[in-house]
């Protein structure tokens, strides 16, 4: 696929995705988190607010420090559970890109990801633009796949500034 036909694509799913799920009123995130089978305390409504104001990848850190500015002191281990909740429940989506980077994502569905090595920003790439590999059940011996991710690490190439800096590197 070319690559104005991907963005394009790309933008299309992301504005239909905006309209469906983001931006959502405290009293929806309450409502939405009461249909995961979850309670929605006012931490969590918080919590779950701050992590759905767009499609968004962000670490506990972050939660936690928004937390502390904008609403009120909540502990290390309220937030970490409140996360560990809400990717039982499937209200968030787990990255673990190593064990000093996980990511919690705000799009739930199934999809891949591409982290620009220059910015450390991380982008949706939605799982119809690359097909899964075919995996071969008998080499997988007793291993239910229940998804794959795919992680492609790589640089803008409208980064020219970027670009051009790399190459004096190397
Ligand atoms: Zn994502």
Do not use: W
């Not at 009120?72 to 968030?92: D, G, I, M, P």
């Not at 199934?110 to 075919?134: M, R, S, W």
Request: charged share 30%; proline share 3%.
């Amino acid at each position: 696929m070319k690559k104005q036909e991907m963005e394009k694509k790309l933008q299309e799913i992301m504005h239909k995705r905006n309209k469906i799920k983001y931006k959502l009123s405290k009293r929806e995130i309450a409502e939405l988190l009461r249909e995961k089978g979850i309670n929605p305390t006012s931490q969590r409504v918080e919590i779950a607010h701050f992590i759905y104001q767009k499609p968004q990848h962000i670490s506990a850190e972050e939660v936690l420090n928004h937390l502390n500015k904008e609403y009120e002191k909540v502990s290390q281990a309220t937030v970490y559970n409140t996360l560990r909740l809400f990717v039982e429940k499937n209200v968030v989506k787990e990255l673990i890109f190593s064990s000093d980077r996980i990511y919690y994502d705000s799009n739930t569905t199934n999809h891949h990801h591409f982290l620009d090595l220059d910015t450390g920003k991380i982008y949706d790439i939605p799982a119809c633009l690359i097909p899964g590999p075919e995996l071969d059940k008998n080499e997988l011996g007793n291993i239910e796949v229940e998804e794959i991710n795919i992680l492609i690490k790589g640089r803008l190439k409208t980064n020219k500034n970027n670009q051009e800096n790399n190459e004096i590197k190397s």
